[in-house]
């Protein structure tokens, strides 16, 4: 995947915002909250997506090859990994894992907040 396809792909989930920061790292977010992170590569040629994770994924992902605890983000309570390659993680599945990334940090959002975006399913709302 290419900043180019991530950040259109990013674009596309409900009501995220883009910022660039931490020495050019396309950073996504929803609510004012980080789901995603594009670009932290300790190789030139490697672009490397950072995601947070349920437990479980967190913990098969550490595991396999191409993706790894993301640096900077791995912290007690914080699940994310880092996919620096292809090697586990297509695409597609990588597409699935922002997904959810997006749903996990929308859950952790306050329920006004997540009215206000219209994130709530209509039987949630008053």
């Known amino acids: ?8 792909f990013c674009a596309s989930l409900p009501h995220t915002t883009h910022v660039v920061q931490w020495g050019d790292a396309s950073v996504w977010k929803i609510g004012g909250k980080i789901f995603t992170v594009g670009g932290w590569n300790e190789k030139e040629d490697a672009f490397c997506v950072s995601f947070k994770t349920s437990d479980i994924s967190f913990e098969i992902l550490s595991e396999q090859s191409g993706c790894r605890p ?3 983000l791995a912290s007690p309570g914080m699940k994310w990994i880092q996919r620096t390659s292809e090697d586990t993680l297509s ?6 894992y922002l ?28």
């Open 1 to 8: 995947m290419t900043r180019e396809e991530f950040d259109e």
């Open 99 to 126: 997904t959810e990334s997006h749903k996990i940090v929308v859950s952790g959002l306050t329920k006004k907040l997540q009215l206000e975006l219209g994130l709530l399913p209509e039987k949630d709302t008053p």
């Open 70 to 72: 993301t640096p900077y």
């Open 91 to 96: 695409d597609n599945d990588l597409r699935d």
